[in-house]
């Protein structure tokens, strides 16, 4: 089978492209974010290959595999094939509703009533990454399933020597309070924490912090991160409003224990013996600072967390869900 898709979310697609597929992935001459090709911080096989846009029109394409609005209309251009009627198409729906008062048509108007863009339409499944996902958008007419997260287990490099909390927030001064980033000096008050992303490096000076209770790293490369990421006890996750960031799922399979806010799907990706959630900031201030202080705890729980994780997220169900919804689509 050949799947056209996009390179957009890095660990998403990474974990995608180990399926039995050939993937087709656009690259332009300056590798914007329409043709980023392969990338060069993740290990991708080589049954993924890049693709000009120009030459998409000569290719077989059995199914194309949609992550974002504008990639009908890209499809439609290159291909020369409109996705959901001229070749079988599903959109992979990674996001939450994110509602903006210039959204907002009416006070009644609200996240849990968002409407997908494929609300009217009944050729392209709409596949959810979470059940919470699936649970606030209104799909309408659209086929709607889920097909959970799986992750490439990077395996358990749990050391702990460094007592000190691990985050990982991509563009955090950007995505402000959705991330969590306002939380991060009450929690970094409480125990040192690196922050982890891309776009981190100026956070420490407009949040504020103390000197060393927030240091940043910025861009590392998949396996170096996840070297560093095990170095940490403990593992926060403060997202206020996401769909179920991987970075949670990938430190779970590190072995750390789990600090995080009780909302979104981390309620359900988090058993209680992996960690603590809750909705009171100070509980997990509190909750990361101890399991800092005590290495064979944290360890114990840590353990509890990846073995749950690779239980519920491992990269096997997750090629076997995509496998049967790529052959059923194609049909």
Same mark, same amino acid.
């Given at each position: 089978?050949?799947?056209?898709?996009?390179? #957009?979310?890095?660990?998403?697609?990474?974990?995608?492209?180990? &399926?039995?597929?050939?993937?087709?992935?656009?690259?332009?001459?300056?590798r914007?974010?329409?043709?980023?090709?392969?990338?060069?911080?993740?290990?991708?096989?080589?049954?993924a290959? @890049?693709?000009?846009?120009?030459?998409?029109?000569?290719?077989? #394409?059995? !199914?194309?595999?949609?992550?974002?609005?504008?990639?009908?209309?890209?499809a439609?251009?290159?291909?020369?094939?409109?996705?959901?009627?001229?070749?079988?198409?599903?959109y992979?729906?990674?996001?939450?509703?994110r509602?903006?008062?210039?959204d907002?048509?009416?006070?009644?108007?609200?996240?849990?009533?968002?409407?997908?863009?494929?609300?009217?339409?009944?050729?392209?499944?709409?596949?959810?990454?979470?059940?919470?996902?699936?649970?606030?958008?209104?799909?309408?007419?659209?086929? !709607?399933?889920?097909? @959970?997260?799986?992750?490439?287990?990077?395996?358990?490099?749990?050391? /702990?020597?460094?007592?000190?909390?691990?985050?990982?927030?991509n563009?955090?001064l950007?995505? &402000?309070?959705? $991330?969590?980033?306002?939380?991060?000096?009450?929690?970094? /008050?409480a125990?040192?924490?690196?922050?982890?992303?891309?776009?981190?490096?100026?956070?420490?000076?407009?949040?504020?912090?103390?000197?060393?209770?927030?240091?940043?790293?910025?861009?590392?490369?998949?396996?170096?991160?996840?070297?560093?990421?095990?170095?940490?006890?403990?593992?926060?996750?403060?997202?206020?409003?996401?769909?179920?960031?991987? $970075?949670?799922?990938?430190?779970?399979?590190?072995g750390l224990?789990?600090? /995080?806010? $009780?909302?979104? @799907?981390?309620?359900?990706?988090?058993?209680? @013996?992996?960690? #603590?959630?809750?909705?009171?900031?100070?509980?997990?201030?509190?909750?990361?600072?101890?399991?800092?202080?005590?290495?064979?705890?944290?360890?114990?729980?840590?353990?509890? $967390?990846?073995?749950?994780?690779?239980?519920?997220?491992?990269?096997?169900?997750?090629?076997?869900?995509?496998?049967?919804?790529?052959?059923?689509?194609?049909?």
């Open positions: 089978m050949r799947v056209l898709m996009w390179h #957009v979310h890095g660990s998403w697609a990474t974990s995608f492209v180990h &399926g039995p597929q050939t993937t087709l992935v656009p690259v332009t001459p300056g914007d974010a329409d043709g980023k090709g392969r990338p060069d911080t993740f290990h991708w096989p080589g049954r290959v @890049e693709v000009p846009p120009e030459r998409l029109r000569h290719e077989d #394409v059995d !199914v194309v595999v949609l992550q974002r609005p504008r990639e009908l209309r890209l439609e251009e290159w291909l020369g094939r409109r996705p959901g009627r001229d070749v079988p198409a599903v992979v729906e990674h996001d939450t509703p509602r903006t008062p210039a907002i048509g009416t006070p009644e108007e609200v996240v849990p009533d968002s409407r997908h863009f494929l609300h009217d339409r009944s050729d392209i499944p709409v596949v959810h990454v979470t059940h919470f996902n699936r649970l606030f958008w209104n799909c309408g007419r659209a086929p !709607v399933r889920v097909i @959970e997260h799986g992750v490439v287990d990077p395996g358990y490099r749990y050391t /702990a020597d460094l007592p000190r909390a691990g985050v990982v927030i563009d955090p950007r995505r &402000g309070r959705v $991330a969590g980033t306002d939380l991060l000096p009450d929690l970094a /008050a125990v040192p924490l690196d922050l982890f992303g891309m776009n981190v490096r100026d956070v420490p000076g407009r949040l504020g912090t103390a000197p060393g209770a927030l240091r940043t790293f910025e861009d590392l490369p998949q396996a170096r991160m996840h070297e560093e990421l095990a170095r940490r006890r403990v593992y926060v996750h403060p997202y206020r409003w996401t769909s179920l960031g991987l $970075a949670l799922i990938e430190a779970m399979m590190l224990p789990v600090v /995080a806010l $009780a909302t979104t @799907e981390a309620v359900e990706a988090v058993p209680p @013996e992996a960690g #603590v959630l809750s909705t009171r900031v100070g509980t997990l201030a509190d909750a990361a600072r101890a399991l800092a202080a005590d290495p064979p705890r944290a360890r114990q729980i840590g353990k509890e $967390a990846r073995a749950h994780a690779v239980e519920r997220y491992g990269l096997p169900r997750f090629l076997r869900d995509w496998r049967r919804t790529l052959q059923e689509v194609s049909r």
